[in-house]
């Protein structure tokens, strides 16, 4: 599920605010065209810069929301549920920091209740939110993991990110398929090794 996501700003307030605003923003993008070697001015490339542009404001509008825009609400009706809620398989796509390629995977985010429970679609968001930012898998994976803690104070919380990083098949090394797995566990899953256990085997992984 993805997130509503504003575009960036044209204009107004951008520079007050360290940003460039678009018309500097599509420039940058006809540098890097003539560095590659194109002509920005041939008919195919006219629009590119603008299509970048617009495009970039949506593969990265995570940096427009924040965690408590989707964890703010919750419910206390849960009739004395206490055990964990793992929502599972959820897509993502986010962009590697170090050369701005993206990283394609799942994520698998489980917590254990403490007297309130959020709406499902609410941790796909905050997925989908990070994920929109450039990142690092490491990073993305402890982000998640302190924001429901936070936000939520459950009994525990667990995240588990699976994905292929775009910089490893596409350059460099070009190892195809290669997945990358990282884990944190808060609270409960840090020392109940059973509820870990079943965590990891629900998110299918064997252990």
């Given at each position: 599920?993805?997130?509503?996501?504003?575009p960036?700003?044209?204009?107004?307030?951008?520079?007050?605010?360290?940003?460039?605003?678009?018309?500097?923003?599509?420039?940058?993008?006809?540098?890097?065209?003539?560095?590659?070697g194109?002509?920005p001015?041939?008919?195919?490339?006219?629009?590119t810069?603008?299509?970048?542009?617009?495009?970039?404001?949506?593969?990265?509008?995570?940096y427009?929301?924040?965690?408590?825009?989707?964890?703010?609400?919750?419910?206390?009706?849960?009739?004395g549920?206490?055990?964990?809620?793992?929502?599972k398989d959820?897509?993502?796509?986010?962009?590697?920091?170090h050369?701005?390629?993206p990283?394609?995977?799942?994520?698998h985010?489980?917590y254990?209740?403490?007297?309130?429970?959020l709406?499902?679609?609410k941790?796909?968001?905050?997925?989908?939110?990070?994920?929109?930012?450039?990142?690092?898998?490491?990073?993305?994976?402890?982000?998640?993991?302190?924001?429901?803690q936070?936000?939520?104070?459950?009994?525990?919380?667990?995240?588990m990110?699976?994905a292929?990083?775009?910089?490893?098949?596409?350059?460099?090394?070009?190892?195809r398929?290669?997945?990358?797995?990282?884990?944190?566990?808060?609270?409960a899953?840090?020392?109940?090794?059973?509820?870990?256990?079943?965590?990891?085997k629900?998110?299918?992984?064997?252990?």
């Open positions: 599920m993805e997130a509503v996501v504003k960036f700003p044209a204009s107004a307030g951008t520079e007050a605010a360290g940003r460039p605003d678009r018309a500097e923003a599509e420039e940058a993008v006809r540098t890097l065209l003539r560095w590659m194109e002509d001015t041939r008919e195919g490339l006219l629009e810069p603008a299509r970048v542009v617009k495009a970039y404001g949506e593969l990265f509008g995570g427009k929301q924040e965690a408590g825009d989707v964890l703010g609400r919750t419910f206390e009706d849960v009739s549920y206490e055990d964990m809620v793992l929502v959820i897509d993502f796509h986010s962009h590697c920091e050369h701005m390629v990283i394609i995977g799942k994520a985010v489980a254990v209740p403490h007297g309130r429970v709406g499902l679609s941790i796909a968001r905050l997925v989908d939110i990070y994920g929109r930012r450039l990142q690092t898998q490491e990073s993305m994976t402890a982000q998640i993991a302190d924001a429901m936070r936000l939520l104070q459950p009994a525990g919380v667990a995240v990110i699976e292929e990083h775009l910089c490893m098949s596409m350059r460099g090394i070009r190892s398929g290669a997945t990358t797995i990282t884990t944190a566990f808060n609270g899953f840090k020392t109940d090794a059973e509820l870990t256990r079943r965590f990891m629900l998110s299918g992984q064997s252990t």
